[in-house]
């Protein structure tokens, strides 16, 4: 009687951490899934919104346009960035001792989950690697945007 | 490990063809022995001219003035080394730092009755030159105009003067069309500080902008200009606006957006008004059309009132260089005609970039007469350039020698060429 009963929780056991574990890739597999697909939507805004001035490269224009590529801006505070695209950005930058004149323009037309695309997009190309911002976060930031 | 070893057999292959393309001369009608000795620096240039390159990395070389003694003084955008000035004395075929100064970047310097005139993006100072045109105290030079309007955005400030003591500098518009300061497109209020021509006493010290006189309007942002002496008359080059297909998709497509506007030459007179940001220039139909901003629709054309261009040129080329020809050295055709330095565009991606070359314009009587021509191209280092990050070298400040030979500067790595005509 009690070996049974040890025997059916181990069975159960056994199978609720197959179950588990089973969940848990399905979810990695599935957050890899989302990010690839945010990814190549986000390219699409680039390409419609960001590309002319901060070309296909990521580099920018000398002088006049940031690059995208490894700067503090891209990859550090996630809510910073989001405010960027929302508010636009006009001041002065400094990376790798140049500085850009360029102002950019806001762009809060573009929908939270636009702005989250293109954003993933940005953190994981020209060489960037970075996690994903997600709609949410933008639905966030753009609720407690005083501007 | 089968598609491993096969790409490793096809690769090396592949590189073969590239390698022929790239080590072929570029041009088979000139003799071989030159191409080996210079190359012309990498430019292609008509027959007859030649091309050194006789200082390289100076820094971010914007315009420059080349002395009666063959000296070369070169703004620089930045400071380099805390300087942002360099005095170049020429040697042989190498032009080499002899001094630096000014603790200032900026764009615009040229000499004027013994003084060399200089400019941050908010100030213009002079410095009294000795009787060999060297600067006699580099650490002291006297303010004509502080305080500009510079607000990041086309806030390089070029300079030129007339022959009756003024000074004629560009306060560009810091936006591309406005939009932002006149969301309803009643009228663009900031034309009354920038998007425009000043002009200031050369020799009075301590001037604001408030001080001198808003001598054209209308003009977006002005990077190259000069004083036509055959017709005593400022003439600029105005970059064109931005944008057109990114802000309007319904009107203008992908490709209209990266060859238009036109980038305009304007022959100025006192209180012209070339008309942004409530129009732009079609180089293809020659019209002054309404911007979209402004009620138009890529087809309505603009009142009639505002100022023509006097010569066009295809769109976002970055015209940042301007200098009328007044040498003997080169042929004829060239006497007081214009060239211009075109920096080279950004706007046109995801289309091909254009520019980046030295244009010839020729003069008659003062106008533009018949169509321009390239006259030195090579400087970005590809046929084909798909972002600006690409080009090795873009061409930005023109000044012609003692000689009739001509100067230009690169603003990325800081190349000075120097232009010959050999005969």
Not at chain 2, 143 to 169: A, F, Q, W
Request: charged share 20%; net charge positive; aromatic share 10%.
């Amino acid at each position: 009687m009690r070996v049974k009963k040890i025997a059916v929780i181990v069975v159960l056991l056994v199978l609720s951490s197959t179950y588990l574990r089973a969940q848990v890739k399905h979810k990695v597999l599935h957050h890899h899934v989302n990010i690839a697909a945010s990814i190549a939507r986000g390219q699409q805004v680039y390409i419609q919104n960001c590309l002319t001035c901060h070309q296909a490269d990521g580099k920018g224009v000398q002088r006049m346009n940031p690059p995208l590529i490894q700067t503090t801006y891209v990859l550090g505070d996630k809510k910073k960035l989001i405010t960027i695209v929302l508010n636009g950005f006009n001041e002065d930058v400094q990376i790798n001792g140049q500085s850009f004149s360029n102002s950019m323009t806001p762009h809060n037309s573009l929908s939270d989950q636009q702005i989250a695309d293109v954003l993933t997009y940005v953190r994981n190309s020209f060489t960037n690697k970075a996690s994903a911002v997600t709609a949410a976060q933008v639905k966030l930031v753009r609720a407690s945007n005083t501007k | 490990m089968k598609i491993n070893s096969l790409l490793s057999l096809v690769l090396p292959l592949a590189v073969i063809p590239a390698l022929i393309l790239t080590t072929q001369p570029k041009n088979n009608d000139q003799p071989k022995k030159h191409i080996i000795a210079a190359d012309n620096a990498g430019l292609t240039l008509p027959a007859g001219f030649g091309a050194d390159m006789i200082a390289d990395n100076l820094g971010g070389a914007r315009h420059l003035a080349v002395t009666p003694q063959g000296d070369i003084y070169v703004k620089l955008s930045d400071t380099k080394d805390g300087k942002g000035i360099l005095f170049l004395h020429q040697n042989g075929d190498k032009a080499e730092v002899a001094n630096s100064f000014g603790d200032y970047g900026g764009t615009g310097i040229t000499i004027k009755n013994g003084y060399l005139y200089a400019s941050s993006n908010e100030a213009i100072y002079r410095y009294k030159l000795n009787d060999k045109n060297e600067v006699i105290d580099p650490a002291s030079p006297e303010t004509i105009v502080s305080g500009l309007t510079s607000h990041r955005t086309h806030n390089s400030k070029s300079i030129v003067l007339d022959n009756e003591g003024n000074i004629y500098t560009n306060v560009g518009a810091y936006t591309n069309i406005c939009s932002e300061f006149d969301p309803k497109g009643t009228g663009c209020p900031i034309l009354n500080i920038a998007g425009g021509i000043w002009v200031f006493k050369a020799d009075k010290l301590n001037q604001k902008q408030s001080d001198g006189i808003r001598f054209a309007t209308g003009l977006r942002n002005v990077v190259g200009l000069d004083w036509n002496q055959q017709d005593n008359q400022l003439f600029v080059m105005q970059h064109g606006r931005d944008e057109l297909h990114n802000l309007f998709p319904n009107i203008y497509t992908v490709h209209q957006s990266a060859i238009l506007p036109a980038e305009c030459m304007y022959a100025l007179k006192k209180d012209d008004n070339a008309g942004w940001p409530y129009l732009y220039y079609d180089w293809q139909t020659h019209k002054k059309m309404q911007g979209p901003e402004y009620g138009g629709d890529g087809k309505k054309e603009a009142d009639s009132k505002y100022l023509n261009p006097v010569a066009a040129y295809p769109g976002h080329y970055a015209p940042d260089g301007l200098l009328f020809y007044t040498g003997n050295q080169f042929p004829a055709k060239y006497k007081n005609g214009a060239f211009i330095a075109f920096h080279g565009s950004w706007n046109r991606a995801p289309e091909p970039q254009a520019g980046y070359c030295v244009v010839f314009q020729p003069f008659k009587n003062g106008k533009p007469d018949g169509d321009w021509e390239v006259f030195a191209d090579g400087f970005s280092g590809s046929k084909s350039l798909a972002q600006p990050g690409d080009a090795i070298h873009r061409p930005c400040g023109l000044a012609q020698g003692p000689d009739g030979s001509l100067y230009v500067s690169d603003d990325v790595k800081g190349a000075i060429y120097k232009i010959t005509y050999k005969k």
